[in-house]
Every structure is written in C-alpha cells, then in structure tokens.
C-alpha cells in the first residue's frame, strides 16, 4: 500500500489530507483562530467542585471552563479502596497543572487530566509514572521484548535524571538505540523547560504548547508506506525540513515542496471528496450506498443495496454489498472524524458465515485507523456496535454549522403547514384585538399557496372574522418565517 500526505497551508488555516492508493482518507484541518488544545498543558484554577458528579471545572483561560473528573486527579492504578472524593483531591481556587485529553466540542469544554505526558516521534514521556510499555499495535513479542531493552539501555546512559517512565510508539517498531536515545534526551530536556514553567507561571496560563498541526503530521503519521509529504509553503517546507533533520532524519528524503499552480488539494482530487463527506449520502461502486447520521450521542450508518441487483441471488447481492459497505465504512470514520458510539445496520444476512467475514473485513479495515478504535459484535437485533476514539471535533463540526433556517433539524414546514399556522394565528389576534385589516408577509412559496390552493380557506376566514386578509411577499423570508401586521 502507497500513501501521501499533502499539506496545504495559508495564513488563515492548515489543512492536510492523508492519501492512500491515490484514494482521499483523512482530512485534518486547523483554523488558527481554533487551534486545537489537546496535548498542551496548562496551569489552571479550579473555579467549581462538583461532588455530586464527583469532578470540577477549572478555568484554563478558555472561554469556557473545562472539566476533569476525580480519576484524573488520583495517581493511575489507585485501588477502589484508596481512592478520595473529589473535595478531598481540589478545592475551588486551587492552582492545577492539567492536560488537555479532549478538545471543546459543541457546547462541552475541554477535558482535562493531571496524568502529564509529552510525545516525541518513537516516545511518549509521562514524568509522574514510573510505568515502561510498548504499544500494543507492535505485535511482534521479540520486537517488544527488544524495544524494552533498548529503552532500558537508554535511560540508564541518559545524563539527566529520570523520575518517570516511557511508551514506545507504534513508529518504533524496527528503530535502532540511537533513534531512541535522542528522542529520550529530547523529551527529558522538554519536561526540564515545562516543570520551571509550572513553578514560574500563573494561573491561567498555558505550559506547554503542542507543535503546529503540519508539524505534528510528519510526527505522527510518518510510516513506510508514505512515499512522499508534499506542503505548499516555501517557508514552512523549511520548517518541515529541519524539523525532520534533527529528529526523524530517514523521512527527509521524502519531504517536497510543491510548487504547481494548481492548488495541491485538487491532486487526487482531494476537495471533491471533502465536499462529499459533508454529505448524508455515501455511494458504492456495486450501486448501493451509506446514510451516515451524526447525532449527539451516537452516529448510525444504515446500509442499502440501492440500485445493486447482484448476479445470482439475493443473499449473493446482499453479500457483496456489505462487504464494500464495510471498507467503506472504515474509511468515512476516518476521513469524517467521527467519535463515540457507532452504530452500523447491515442489511439482514442469513448465513453466519457471511456475518463473520463481513466483520474481519470492517475489522480489518479499522487496523489502519490510528485512533483507538474498539468493535464489540453484532448485537441481538443484527447492528455492528463499535466505539472510535473523539479526542477532536468532527470535519462536519469544524466546517459547517446548525442551518438558521431549520435549526439543524434538516427539514422544513411545508408551505401548506406554514399555511394552516397563518390561520391559527389570525384567529387568535382576532380574539385578542379589533384590527380592520390583516396583513400577511411571509415567503413567496407560502404567499403562492395562500392565493392558489388555499383560496378557498382564505375567503371562509374573511367571511367567519368579518375582515380583510392582505398578502405582501417577503424575499428575504425562510418558508417558515411569517409576520401578521394588524391595520
């Protein structure tokens, strides 16, 4: 398998879109005036305790307070029997040290721990655990058992001092001592410069900031398998380049700076595919299609057949059907960002046999995720049920908001119900005053109506108040808005 990212750059926003085989997989993209916070560390205050929901909001200088639960103060590993509530561990105006683990999403602030770890490109340093692992995604048992020789080989040849303990990241795998030993020596050096900051800095303020999204790509999503990162900014190509020298030096060679007049993003067609993913609707090559329904407590993903007819039989369709639906599936979670609980309706298969491969293959498909993601089975109504990590807002919640017109609902009255709403209405101001004349405005669908269709109505209204009804058409009117002005 192929992959290139492309970065493209302004100075308004970064955007980077992750290809494999020449197919859009991920969009990740950074307003700056809504960088994302997850990683940075902050020195914040606690602004309100909440026993009842055993947590606390502190102020980390953010327009909304942000919030961490009890299990996020206490040390990792606390047995149930020695753990404290939360007005033990924090009382309001208590100057905290915390991380930010999820970004503000909707109307939810941050969320916050006290369990610190800053990433480099093969480790991550968590300062006040003890704790050495290796991520599970190596499987390998003597590629882990080497690694954490390695990494013990390191510390003890480190010069600073060490209090706390490494995970060896999935980018590891097959490096060498001397890799390890500068990302060490790089990270210990890091915590020297946050841990004056936390003793120097006033509260709110940040510690710690996370480096710049382009950055962070070539950090995190650098494998074999990426053949090139393309980035449409001279200056940050710079920045790239010495970036990669002094820590992933192997990648260098792979970094290019793009000069094409053709925007990067149209290479494989990469804004096309991000105008789909705001879409509902997503089409499969055999015919059928997805209908992808974000809420605020789940996502479901219905599967159809649609237009696919299949060759020999209905459960050979149905089949084939589900099975592209499953890689396509794998994809949109990845390219959406979508988080939390997932729900997924195949359609209905008989065979058993056909259930199980249709779940290696979604199963499958999700190894290349990069965000944890966990699939529990197919429950006892015949849904898929998995859970993807949210630790960032999703492409539609970054590029899009709620419709002023239908409130996010995604439908609107019909003309003929906005009609019947107008009638009511005028009876009641009938009731409540003694005007000559009613005035209508509202939208030109509605006027339209009221004039052809529900003339009749209309005229029997007259008739029953005993006055005139006028219509004026607003242009600038929603089908739902409408005003009734009493003459």
């Avoid at 040390?75 to 503000?104: C, F, M």
Wanted: glycine fraction near 6%; proline fraction near 4%.
């Amino acid at each position: 398998m192929s992959g290139e990212v492309l970065i493209n750059l302004t100075p308004m926003e970064t955007r980077v879109a992750v290809v494999e085989n020449g197919v859009l997989q991920e969009a990740l993209i950074e307003r700056t005036r809504r960088r994302g916070i997850v990683g940075n560390i902050y020195k914040g205050r606690v602004v309100r305790v909440l026993p009842g929901m055993q947590a606390a909001f502190v102020d980390i200088g953010l327009d909304r307070a942000a919030f961490i639960h009890a299990h996020e103060v206490m040390p990792p590993g606390t047995p149930p029997e020695e753990q404290a509530t939360i007005g033990q561990l924090l009382h309001e105006g208590q100057a905290l040290v915390v991380q930010v683990t999820k970004d503000p999403i909707g109307s939810k602030g941050a969320r916050l721990t006290t369990h610190l770890s800053v990433p480099s490109r093969y480790l991550v340093y968590m300062p006040d655990s003890p704790h050495h692992g290796v991520s599970q995604r190596i499987e390998d048992e003597r590629e882990r058992e080497r690694l954490r020789e390695l990494l013990e080989l390191c510390q003890q040849e480190q010069e600073i001092e060490i209090t706390g303990g490494f995970i060896v990241r999935t980018a590891a795998e097959n490096v060498g001592k001397e890799e390890l030993f500068s990302d060490m020596h790089f990270l210990l050096r890091l915590w020297r410069k946050v841990s004056e900051r936390k003793v120097t800095a006033p509260a709110p303020s940040v510690i710690y900031d996370d480096l710049p999204l382009f950055i962070r790509t070539l950090r995190d999503l650098m494998r074999d398998e990426i053949e090139k990162v393309r980035i449409d900014s001279r200056e940050n190509y710079l920045k790239l380049l010495e970036f990669a020298e002094e820590f992933m030096p192997d990648s260098t060679a792979r970094i290019e700076y793009y000069p094409g007049e053709r925007p990067i993003f149209d290479l494989y067609s990469v804004e096309d595919e991000i105008q789909k993913a705001l879409g509902r609707k997503v089409q499969l090559k055999s015919g059928g299609y997805l209908v992808i329904d974000p809420t605020e407590a789940m996502t479901t993903i219905d599967v159809n057949t649609g237009g696919y007819v299949g060759h020999r039989n209905l459960e050979e369709t149905i089949f084939k059907t589900n099975l592209e639906a499953a890689n396509a599936i794998a994809r949109q979670l990845r390219l959406r960002n979508l988080g939390g609980i997932i729900i997924i309706d195949f359609i209905d298969m008989e065979d058993p046999e056909h259930q199980r491969q249709v779940l290696r293959v979604l199963e499958k498909a999700l190894e290349r995720d990069h965000a944890k993601t966990k699939c529990t089975g197919v429950t006892e109504l015949g849904l898929v049920q998995l859970t993807r990590k949210r630790t960032r807002e999703s492409l539609e919640q970054t590029l899009c908001e709620s419709c002023p017109t239908c409130g996010g609902r995604g439908t609107l009255k019909t003309a003929e119900t906005v009609c019947y709403e107008i009638f009511r209405e005028i009876l009641r101001e009938e009731r409540a005053y003694n005007a000559e004349t009613y005035m209508v405005l509202a939208s030109q669908p509605v006027v339209d109506r009221l004039l052809d269709e529900e003339s009749a109505a209309v005229a029997d209204l007259e008739a029953f108040i005993g006055k005139t009804i006028r219509f004026q058409v607003e242009a600038h009117y929603s089908q739902e808005q409408y005003d009734i002005v009493l003459m």
